[in-house]
T-cell receptor, first 114, second 114 residues
């Protein structure tokens, strides 16, 4: 049973560098979500895709952030010119599109910006 | 603007007793509610959900209650087991508004004492 996978699990980078994270959803799932979680908070929505179309973006997603899902399967989240405030756990989730759906989360990528 | 609130940051319960975790929400458009469990360094794991047309949903030791008039939901775990020790997040979505993202609370850390 393959769940949602994310790579890398941990990333340490210096301020100003670019980083890219990958998410592989559950194979038959057509929706894919990105969330960010900081210490003491719940996950916060960043963006989501239905197949390859990016349908919603949060105001949290500044212009330094870009996400893609080119073939409607895996997705990448890139952060350009990282800042210390970008340090967080980045979570990916996938679901089968439905009016009331359950999202299944990956293990997350923990980013530390020095 | 915290639309989903978990006012108890932590809860300790003796093994075998009932654990009750609470969640309040403000957005009357929310129509689907979920509980997730999260262990350190892992992604959230889905536990149980409830649609706004119901007031109770049960799955094994877990029961979720929804009081729409009070905008309140609760998760009951009976009997509590040491393996239940984790952070619990409630989440809500508003599919009728055409958005499927989840809004999460800040979490309650449950500790089940052996």
């Amino acid at each position: 049973d393959t769940g949602v996978s994310q790579d890398p699990r941990h990333k340490i980078t210096k301020r100003g560098q670019n980083v890219t994270f990958r998410c592989d959803p559950i194979s038959e799932h057509n929706r894919l979500y990105w969330y960010r979680q900081t210490l003491g908070q719940g996950p916060e929505f960043l963006t989501y895709f239905q197949n390859e179309a990016q349908l919603e973006k949060s105001r949290l997603l500044s212009d330094r952030f870009s996400a893609e899902r080119p073939k409607g399967s895996f997705s990448t989240l890139e952060i350009q010119r990282t800042e210390q405030g970008d340090s967080a756990m980045y979570l990916c989730a996938s679901s089968l599109a439905a009016y009331q759906e359950t999202q299944y989360f990956g293990p997350g990528t923990r980013l530390l910006v020095l | 603007d915290q639309q989903v609130k978990q006012n108890s940051p932590s809860l300790s319960v003796q093994e075998g007793r009932i654990s009750i975790l609470n969640c309040d929400y403000t957005n009357s458009m929310f129509d689907y509610f979920l509980w997730y469990k999260k262990y350190p360094a892992e992604g959230p794991t889905f536990l149980i959900s409830i649609s706004s047309i119901k007031d109770k949903n049960e799955d094994g030791r877990f029961t979720v209650f929804l009081n729409k008039s009070a905008k309140h939901l609760s998760l009951h775990i009976v009997p509590s087991q040491p393996g239940d020790s984790a952070v619990y997040f409630c989440a809500a979505s508003a599919g009728t508004s055409g958005t499927y993202k989840y809004i999460f609370g800040t979490g309650t850390r449950l500790k089940v004492l052996a």
